[in-house]
DNA sequence: AAATCGGGGAC
DNA sequence: GTCCCAGATTT
C-alpha cells in the first residue's frame, strides 16, 4: 500500500473531523476515570443510550474512590437497563483494585491500564490516547467498517487474523502527533457518516478515493463470517406476596443477569399456562410444602429479545392464607415497599410495571 | 477459535 | 423479523 493513500486517508478524515465532530459530555475529558467511565458505558452500546447512564453515574460517584466505596447493589441498580451487566462489576471491581492497591492513582500506562477488570484492547487504547496522549489507536466497530470501506479488506472482522489486520492497518493510520482526536475522528466518521446502512457516500471527501464506494461494495462490507444463534428459554416467575413481603432470588450462576434479582423462577423446557406444571415442580413444594397456595392470576407472556437467546417469561402471582406462614428458604423476603431498591432484569420491570397499579 | 454476555433503535 | 452498536471474557 502506498504512504500516499494512507496520508490522505488520516489527512481527509482530520479536515472532515474539524468541520463535523459531536460535541458530547466526554470529548475533550482528560481525567482518567471520567474517560474509563464512559467507554466502559460505551462498549456495545449506542451514544444515546449510555449518555444518560454516564451522567448518572458521574453525579453519584465522581471520583474512583467514591465509586469504590459503593456497595455493590447500589453500582448494579444504578446500571439497569444497560445490559451487559459484567460491565458494571468489572467497573466495580476495578474501582476497588485502584482505590485499594494503585493507592487511588489511575494506571497510566496502556498496559497498565489493560490489566483492569473490563479493559480491553479497544478500552485500554481509547483511554491511553484520550487520557493520556499515548499513540494507540482505537479498533471499534466503526474503525473496521471505516477501514474494511475505504481499504476494500473483506478479512471477516469476526476472527483472529482479521482483528490482527485491522489493528495493525489502524495503528499505522495512527497519527502520532494527535493520537486522541485522530481516535475521536475516526469513530465520529463511522458513526455519522460511513454508517452501516444507507452511508452518506455521495457527501463523503474520502469518496474519490474509497475502494468499496468504487467497487459498488460498501453495502457488503465489513464481512463477518459468523451468525449468532438463538436458543428459546422458558420462564415462569412466582410473584410471592404474603404479609407485606414479597420473594425475591438474586441470580449468582454463570448464566445471564448476574447478580441481578428476579421472582423465584421454575424454567421450564416449554411455555406453559397449566397450573399443574407449576404445581407439580420441586419449587412449589419447597415454597408451600403442602400449604393452600393460590394462584390469583397470570400474567401475559412478556418477551425479550437477547443475542444468543429469547426469554418468554410469565408472572404467577400467588397468595397463602393470612395465617399461614412462608418458608422462604432460600429466597429474600423483602418489603414491598422496596421492590424498587433491586435491580431487575427489564422483562421483569416490563411487567412491575404493568402490574404496578394492582398489585405493589 | 467459538460461545456468551443486554437492550434498544433503525430498517 | 435482522442488524449492530465507542467489546470483553470465558471456555
Keep these: ?3 500516499t493513500r494512507k496520508k490522505y486517508f488520516r489527512d481527509q478524515l ?79 471491581a476495578a474501582a476497588r483494585h485502584i482505590a485499594r492497591k494503585l493507592g487511588g492513582r489511575f494506571p497510566d500506562t496502556y498496559e497498565g491500564i489493560r490489566q483492569l477488570k473490563g479493559v480491553g484492547s479497544y478500552t485500554a487504547a481509547a483511554i491511553a490516547s484520550f487520557a493520556f496522549g499515548l499513540p494507540y489507536a482505537v479498533v471499534d466497530g466503526n474503525v473496521f467498517r471505516v477501514l474494511s470501506r475505504f481499504f476494500g479488506m473483506e478479512t471477516p472482522i469476526d476472527t483472529t487474523a482479521g482483528k490482527k489486520a485491522f489493528a495493525e492497518l489502524a495503528q499505522e493510520l495512527l497519527d502520532p502527533a494527535q493520537p486522541g482526536p485522530y481516535n475521536q475522528a475516526i469513530m465520529d466518521f463511522g458513526a455519522t457518516q460511513c454508517t452501516p446502512k444507507s452511508p452518506g457516500c455521495s457527501s463523503c471527501p474520502l469518496h ?28 415462569h416467575y412466582l410473584v410471592v406476596r404474603h404479609q407485606g413481603k414479597a420473594l425475591l432470588n438474586k441470580r449468582t450462576e454463570k448464566d445471564i443477569w448476574q447478580n441481578l434479582y428476579e421472582f423465584p423462577l421454575l424454567e421450564l423446557p416449554r411455555f406453559s399456562r397449566h397450573e399443574a406444571d407449576v404445581r407439580n415442580s420441586e419449587l412449589w413444594r419447597q415454597l408451600f410444602d403442602g400449604q393452600e397456595a393460590v394462584i390469583h392470576r397470570i400474567s401475559r407472556p412478556y418477551q425479550q429479545q437477547l443475542t444468543h437467546q429469547k426469554i418468554l417469561a410469565s408472572f404467577w402471582e400467588v397468595g397463602l392464607p393470612a395465617e399461614a406462614v412462608l418458608n422462604s428458604g432460600p429466597f429474600l423476603a423483602i418489603d414491598q415497599k422496596k421492590l424498587g431498591e433491586f435491580a431487575f432484569p427489564r422483562v421483569i420491570n416490563r411487567y412491575l410495571n404493568e402490574a404496578q397499579l394492582t398489585l405493589f
Design 1 to 3: 500500500m502506498q504512504k
Design 14 to 92: 482530520m479536515a472532515w473531523f474539524a468541520q463535523n465532530h459531536r460535541p458530547l459530555p466526554w470529548k475533550g475529558e482528560k481525567a482518567p476515570y471520567l474517560v474509563w467511565l464512559s467507554e466502559v458505558i460505551l462498549q456495545q452500546t449506542r451514544v444515546e443510550q449510555g449518555l444518560p447512564y454516564f451522567e448518572r453515574f458521574r453525579q453519584r460517584y465522581p471520583t474512583v474512590q467514591q465509586l469504590a466505596e459503593a456497595p455493590e447493589d447500589e453500582v448494579m441498580k444504578l446500571w439497569e437497563g444497560l445490559g451487559y451487566y459484567s460491565r458494571a462489576r468489572n467497573l466495580h
Design 208 to 235: 474519490s478515493d474509497c475502494t468499496a464506494y468504487r467497487e459498488k461494495k460498501v453495502e457488503a462490507l465489513p464481512v463477518k463470517s459468523k451468525k449468532a444463534q438463538k436458543r428459546e428459554r422458558f420462564f
